[in-house]
Nanobody
Framework: QVQLVESGGGLVQPGGSLRLSCAAS????????IGWFRQVPGKEREGVSC??????YYADFVKGRFTISRDNAKNTVYLQMNSLKPEDTAVYYC?????????????????WGQGTQVTVSS
């Protein structure tokens, strides 16, 4: 069955780095794009980044700091997060969407991981 499992979250000081992983199973990445989203209590889930076979997308608030990549052989997508800020604190989710173009619309994604907590604090 389709499964997405996030890992790599944790506590980091401002200015630090983390790399999140999204391990996919039950399908291959070739025909899907994978999005990273984040959510804090009381706020809507927001799109952070996305990668497909032909394009990538970054929200303005992470451009220049986060890098998304994927390893098709491992069926895994990564989100390298550098220069982290306290406002990056959130639960980060990865999700699957069919197609070759990225989207930040949560309703277009059909499978979601369980999330991984990222806390940026001194």
């Amino acid at each position: 069955q389709v499964q997405l499992v996030e890992s790599g979250g944790g506590l980091v000081q401002p200015g630090g780095s983390l790399r999140l992983s999204c391990a996919a199973s039950g399908f291959t990445l070739d025909y899907y794009n994978i999005g990273w989203f984040r959510q804090v209590p009381g706020k809507e889930r927001e799109g952070v980044s996305c990668i497909s076979s032909i394009t990538t997308y970054y929200a303005d608030f992470v451009k220049g700091r986060f890098t998304i990549s994927r390893d098709n052989a491992k069926n895994t997508v990564y989100l390298q997060m550098n220069s982290l800020k306290p406002e990056d604190t959130a639960v980060y989710y990865c999700a699957r969407r069919a197609g070759y173009y990225c989207s930040s619309a949560t309703y277009e994604y059909d499978y979601w991981g369980q999330g991984t907590q990222v806390t940026v604090s001194s």
